[in-house]
């Protein structure tokens, strides 16, 4: 399977790429990866399915996944919804993140499988999803302070993926190959 390769930049006014999606059509995403760390929360709906490397996920409201940099990753959306998806998409540059954790390097957020964590990691989990539909509400008025808003809800966001759901990486030899092709590629 071939897969293409995204870059991804910034809304402007914004730490990282941010979208809110709301519609009831079929979607289709075909499989790509990029450095970036993609968060998708889905607010209302479900997502049919999520594949990140290998893995499908079919979502729920109130889900969070995190697409690990470099993991391919396609979406599949159907149309025979009785009600409008609500989603969020989050998705931090990677030169970003290790500005601000210099060990992310090293590691990846282990969000995907909650029946795994701990009560202090359910809390965090709540918490998140908290502040992702404060950023959905943020995303959808007109304020003058929208993106002071939405930059501290990133931050936030952001703030509790790598205080709780942040592990050492298991396949770290093969990422840091990936990591040196994408430089070279780059």
């Given at each position: 399977e071939v897969c293409q390769h995204e870059v991804v930049n910034p809304n402007q006014g914004l730490l990282s790429f941010l979208y809110v999606h709301n519609g009831q059509e079929t979607t289709y995403i075909e499989p790509h990866w990029h450095r970036a760390?993609?968060?998708?929360?889905?607010?209302?709906?479900?997502?049919?399915?999520?594949?990140?490397?290998?893995?499908?996920?079919?979502?729920?409201?109130?889900?969070?996944?995190?697409?690990?940099?470099?993991?391919?990753?396609?979406?599949?959306?159907?149309?025979?919804?009785?009600?409008?998806?609500?989603?969020?998409?989050?998705?931090?540059?990677?030169?970003?993140?290790?500005?601000?954790?210099?060990?992310i390097n090293h590691c990846q957020f282990d969000i995907n499988h909650p029946e795994t964590f701990s009560e202090e990691q359910n809390q965090a989990y709540k918490h998140l999803q908290d502040i992702l539909e404060g950023i959905i509400l943020d995303f959808q008025t007109d304020n003058p302070q929208k993106n002071l808003k939405l930059n501290l809800g990133i931050l936030q966001v952001l703030d509790i993926l790598v205080t709780s759901f942040l592990v050492d990486n298991k396949d770290n030899l093969h990422k840091n190959n990936r990591l040196q092709i994408a430089e070279r590629i780059k």
């Open positions: 760390v993609e968060l998708s929360y889905t607010s209302r709906g479900s997502i049919d399915h999520f594949y990140i490397a290998g893995e499908n996920f079919q979502t729920t409201s109130g889900q969070i996944l995190v697409v690990n940099t470099q993991d391919v990753h396609s979406i599949r959306v159907l149309n025979y919804k009785k009600e409008p998806e609500l989603a969020l998409t989050i998705i931090y540059p990677y030169p970003f993140l290790v500005g601000q954790c210099n060990t």
